[in-house]
């Protein structure tokens, strides 16, 4: 995979879906399944009063439809090429636990709630941004206004994976890119840069 070419689709793809794009856009219906179908199965679990219990469901929703490899690479920013192979052994079994730990959080935001699709956005072939909301929200309440939105990726082989997720414009993935790209630059850069980011993840991760 050239993971270069994907991190420069994936920042246009994200770029398009927080600004006014130039050009038509059109719904998805697939994507749009798809992304039900996730919320459908996290359902469940957002209605365990057990938190160890409603933790460990969203975490098996996470491995199954989150694309941890892709978001990896995403958010080391222009470092992506400069991680080594022995970096990498270490990088990417950490940044997996530490990332689907932030799902897990981000998710259990909305326990007892029920979020539902309304509408998607194309913004390439491969990139589709869909939108959902708190179906059972009533009015004045705290996320009766909150958009969160779904960046799904087709793969070559035509699989969809979600790649990054967001409430009212802000995306996981770009947040942590700053963060983790700013770590680097902090630390000199690639490689002793990139090992003091495993270093702080790990330390994250063993909190």
Not at 10 to 19: E, F, R, S
Not at 76 to 84: H, S, V
Request: proline share 3%.
């Amino acid at each position: 995979m050239d993971v270069m070419n994907f991190i420069q689709k994936a920042a246009v793809a994200v770029l398009l879906a927080v600004t006014v794009a130039a050009s038509p856009a059109f719904a998805n219906d697939a994507a749009e399944q798809f992304v039900q179908k996730v919320l459908d199965e996290a359902q469940p679990y957002l209605e365990l009063e057990d938190e160890q219990a409603q933790l460990d469901g969203i975490a098996t929703l996470v491995d199954k439809y989150v694309d941890m490899r892709h978001i990896g690479y995403f958010v080391l920013g222009k470092y992506a090429r400069q991680i080594t192979s022995e970096q990498k052994e270490e990088y990417f079994p950490l940044f997996e636990d530490y990332a689907r730990s932030i799902y897990q959080e981000a998710l259990t935001r909305y326990s007892g709630e029920r979020l539902a699709v309304t509408g998607s956005v194309d913004r390439s072939e491969k990139n589709i941004f869909v939108q959902s909301k708190v179906a059972n929200a009533k009015p004045g309440d705290e996320y009766a206004d909150t958009l969160i939105e779904w960046w799904v990726h087709v793969n070559n082989d035509g699989e969809m994976r979600i790649v990054d997720a967001g409430a009212d414009g802000i995306f996981l993935s770009i947040e942590q890119q700053e963060t983790f790209t700013s770590i680097i630059a902090d630390n000199g850069g690639p490689p002793a840069g990139i090992d003091a980011l495993i270093e702080n993840i790990r330390e994250k991760v063993d909190d």
